[in-house]
């Protein structure tokens, strides 16, 4: 539909000869209307509606509503955004495509036209979510991992190369090129979108909603766009827009520089730090000031992508010189440069740096006070000076090696067998009859200390060694937030250079990996001669994917395996990645740290988390003197100099030239045919989704719930990643024994994410991470409940939740703070939908969560302010009534529902926030309401 153009900003930009039609944002006036002075990321979204307008679902007083925004007031009006485009990963994107083939059988089967379930919106899909390290410290690595990857993942990758031919505008990146967000901004991103329009040639700011939390890094190019659930993805790619009310915008200046010794890791871990305790969750975070022009392209990238960390929507950063700059070294064309810049300057898109914006809230970051830190043992918020480390691991330790029976007994016992700078060392060179890291068995009898447990350990090349809580069991280079900044990654390979250069080692124990995020990083590593430095410490190339951020870390070393299980050792992993929730990082480890790609190296090299990096030595060069980390850190001097030999545009183009293709085993896949798929029956990694079975072409009215039951009931921080299925799939679980009777060897189970597209492994995953604690089955860890309809005996989630539905019993959840935060996991909330789950009942909500529910026809409700599931006391065994809901029927959403459990009654405040989100709960899901809505249209 053409633009009514209320405003008159339909006009023309010439950029070298060419025209293009644009909508001028300075169109905008009229009474309490300030354009110039809003927010960068604001003035797109009002670009956005401009272009958009129909006088329907976007209308002038939506406009005047942006134009005239109130930066003091709470969100509460309404607007259509429409993104430019789609971009996905495999994990979350299977299941998009999944839910799309089904939807053309849905389609047909209602009497419609199959062929309109197409992606009206450009959807691209980078497979980088599969790799697994399985081999790691060999040569083979890469290579064998691949061939692992195409084994486990055959029968996705077939239905994947079926949908990049079936669908119009959908395109697949294939395996073994380089994780979602850096192919992104590398090659994907336009920052000046330009599309054919009614035979027009439009150009209007690039920007995206993305399968995974982390889209967010694309902010650092200037480009708005954030993560959504798959469902809302979908929704998006059939030409939907994104319904969201106008946020609150964080101002965060910027200024002065980075100090010698502190990298783009340390500068997002304060800033996460900083945003996480100022509280931004819902809210836009958009960077300016003068420290923003010294911000190399990268660490604004960096920034950008742990803005799910810090829970705001996005965090972004405005167009300047620094951004062509980029472009123009990642390869773009000089007409896009051209047109980048022109657009930006036309539009008042470009970073003036002594502006002042107007901002709901402000913060302010002098750059030269960033220390190096690192995150840990659970939380990206939870930033520790590194030289705090040592400390804050013993003081951590005691929540995973047991309570002391005495507090102060322990602290006495660790002073005196850690007498600071005095505590025991070892030779990092010594390869059998080591000492235990840091020695921890000094406090294994103090009065009222947590023993230690020192284990001896021997490989099966005859390498022995002592193992105990702290060691360092992984240390990987891994994860878009790093991998895509050369100054962290360069300085990493100058660090295993110089630590090479004197003799060391990395520990035994550690099986340490890396993981760029694209071929780049390999080039310019082998430019500037660096890669046989990492081969020689360990870090040989496993994989250009997510792997260990997310789970795919692969197993421990088999026989330090062994020694974590039987003796419960709580052991570390040390990552460069952005997430490091308990259960994710690997089932054998218990405390995880973020750290910078240099620390990662360092820890490997030290092997334990009890040791302090600015006093301890790391070891011993050739002649017997200690190492310390200050010896073979590279000076910023060494890093810029390596950058500017190694890396140049042609790198880019080559590695880019053709994408889509793939190599010779993406390219000989058998691929299937047709506008609809043919489902292999026998299939366990591809089912058809059951969302749409027996849908009526109109919604039934919404009813109110009536004698459900708990499910579950959870303390705070419960995250997508303790909900979705994720990692490694346990023989003994109910996804496990699905398998088995379905003949899959337990080698071949693969993970969860891999079997996304699979509705039957993913609901027997669902709130089954190792790490949930049900507070109604006390004494269990992991996906256990209490099953009322079998005298509440102990059972698994899945199999209670069966029986449940067989007796036509509603399931609620209950939970505490920040219910759902952590990645964009759409199985988080489909699962909790096939479960049963008809209502959530928290505290509060992370965002992309709350939507999500909703998305699959879950309602989220919260307790009143104040109370929660403790002081209301419930227990979990009550019975629940819901009652308010029906009035959803009338066309309004209510405020509140009354909810009664047992002898209790409290009214919960009803989390449906938008008019777009009541129409997806009435239709029972986003997907069941824009099939309805494509149907009529």
């Keep these: 539909m053409a633009s009514k153009d209320s405003f008159g900003a339909k006009s023309n930009l010439d950029v070298d000869g060419k025209s293009y039609e644009i909508f001028r944002l300075d169109a905008v006036t009229g009474e309490g209307l300030d354009v110039a002075s809003l927010p960068f990321s604001l003035k797109v979204l009002l670009e956005n509606l401009l272009r958009t307008e129909d006088g329907a679902d976007i209308t002038a007083d939506d406009i005047k509503a942006l134009a005239g925004w109130d930066a003091d007031a709470e969100p509460d009006k309404e607007i259509q955004f429409t993104p430019a485009r789609v971009i996905m990963q495999d994990f979350t994107g299977v299941p998009c495509v999944v839910d799309l083939a089904t939807m053309r059988e849905a389609m047909a089967e209602l009497g419609g036209d199959a062929s309109k379930i197409n992606p009206l919106a450009p959807a691209e899909m980078v497979i980088d979510h599969s790799v697994i390290a ?186 300047d010189d620094e951004t062509v700059n980029y472009l123009r070294l990642t390869g773009r064309s000089d007409e896009q440069l051209a047109l980048v810049e022109a657009y930006a300057k036309a539009q008042g898109l470009w970073l003036d740096p002594d502006a002042e914006p107007r901002y709901s809230e402000k913060l302010e970051l002098d750059l030269s006070t960033v220390v190096p830190s690192i995150a840990g043992p659970k939380r990206p918020q939870d930033r520790v000076q590194l030289a705090d480390a040592k400390s804050s691991f013993r003081a951590a330790l005691v929540d995973y090696a047991g309570e002391p029976q005495d507090q102060k007994g322990y602290d006495e016992a660790v002073a005196e067998s850690f007498p600071g700078s005095d505590a025991p060392s070892h030779d990092p060179n010594q390869s059998n009859g080591e000492a235990a890291p840091a020695d921890l068995a000094a406090v294994a009898t103090a009065d009222g200390g947590r023993a230690s447990n ?18 360092v069991t992984i240390a990987s280079i891994t994860s878009c937030t790093n991998t895509s900044n050369p100054s962290v990654m360069i300085g990493a390979a100058l660090l295993a250079k110089k630590a090479v250069e004197k003799g060391l080692q990395r520990k035994p124990w550690v099986k340490s990996t890396l993981a760029p995020g694209s071929k780049v990083v390999s080039d310019y590593y082998e430019r500037a001669g660096l890669t046989p430095y990492l081969d020689k410490l360990g870090f040989n190339l496993v994989g250009y994917g997510c792997v260990t951020c997310i789970g795919n870390s692969g197993p421990l070393i088999p026989e330090v395996s062994a020694a974590v299980q039987e003796n419960d050792l709580a052991v570390v992993s040390v990552l460069s990645g952005n997430r490091n929730f308990e259960g994710r990082i690997n089932p054998d480890i218990k405390m995880n740290y973020l750290a910078s790609p240099p620390l990662v190296v360092a820890y490997a090299l030290a092997g334990s988390m009890d040791l302090d990096l600015f006093n301890d030595p790391l070891g011993q060069d050739s002649d017997g003197n200690d190492v310390f980390l200050k010896d073979i850190w590279p000076s910023p001097q060494e890093v810029e100099e390596t950058i500017a030999s190694a890396i140049s545009s042609d790198m880019f183009t080559s590695s880019y030239s053709d994408v889509f293709a793939g190599d010779d085993r993406w390219r000989s896949l058998p691929t299937p045919e047709g506008n609809t798929f043919e489902w292999d029956p026998d299939s366990t990694y591809v089912r058809k989704a059951p969302y749409f079975d027996g849908m009526p072409d109109e919604p039934a009215p919404v009813t109110d719930i009536e004698g459900a039951r708990v499910l579950l009931k959870l303390g705070d921080s419960v995250t997508t990643d303790h909900i979705s299925p994720a990692g490694a799939i346990k023989k003994d679980s109910p996804a496990g024994k699905y398998l088995s009777e379905n003949g899959v060897e337990q080698r071949d189970f693969n993970s969860y994410g891999s079997r996304r597209g699979n509705h039957e492994v993913m609901i027997r995953g669902t709130f089954a991470n190792i790490r949930l604690r049900n507070q109604i089955a006390p004494g269990t860890e992991g996906g256990f409940t209490r099953d009322f309809t079998a005298g509440g005996e102990v059972t698994s989630v899945y199999d209670a939740s069966v029986n449940y539905q067989e007796q036509g019993i509603p399931l609620v959840v209950l939970a505490g703070k920040e219910y759902g935060s952590g990645s964009s996991r759409d199985w988080a909330a489909k699962g909790t939908s096939l479960l049963g789950v008809k209502a959530v009942i928290a505290e509060s909500y992370e965002r992309i969560h709350r939507s999500n529910l909703i998305g699959m026809g879950v309602i989220p409700l919260q307790f009143p302010a104040g109370e929660n599931a403790e002081s209301l006391g419930l227990t979990g065994e009550e019975t629940f009534s819901i009652t308010g809901i029906t009035a959803l029927n009338e066309g309004t959403t209510p405020k509140t529902v009354k909810v009664k459990a047992g002898d209790v009654e409290f009214d919960a405040t009803v989390r449906i926030d938008t008019p777009g989100e009541a129409n997806y709960y009435r239709n029972g899901g986003i997907m069941q309401y824009v099939l309805r809505g494509l149907l009529k249209g």
């Design 134 to 319: 399985d081999v790691f410290g060999n040569p083979e690595a890469f290579e064998r991992n691949v061939e692992i990857e195409y084994e486990r993942n055959r029968e996705r990758y077939q239905f994947l190369r079926w949908g990049q031919g079936a669908f119009d505008d959908f395109k697949v990146v294939p395996p073994g090129t380089g994780i979602v967000h850096q192919v992104n901004i590398e090659h994907l991103a336009r920052v000046a979108f330009t599309r054919e329009v009614d035979g027009v040639l439009q150009a209007y700011p690039d920007t995206c909603v993305g399968t995974d939390s982390h889209t967010t890094m694309v902010n650092g190019l200037g480009v708005v766009g954030w993560g959504v659930g798959g469902i809302e993805a979908e929704a998006a790619m059939l030409g939907q827009p994104v319904s969201m009310l106008i946020p609150r915008v964080v101002g965060f200046k910027l200024t002065g520089d980075l100090p010698e010794g502190s990298t783009a890791t340390d500068l997002v871990l304060t800033i996460t730090e900083m945003l996480r305790k100022h509280g931004v969750v819902g809210k836009f975070v958009e960077f300016y000031g003068a420290g923003v022009s010294a911000l190399p392209l990268a660490n604004r990238a960096t920034i950008g992508n742990m803005s799910p960390e810090f829970g705001s929507t996005i965090a972004v950063f405005p167009i």
């Design 454 to 471: 020192p284990i001896d350990v021997t490989l099966e090349d005859g390498t022995t060694f002592t193992l105990d809580h702290g060691a």
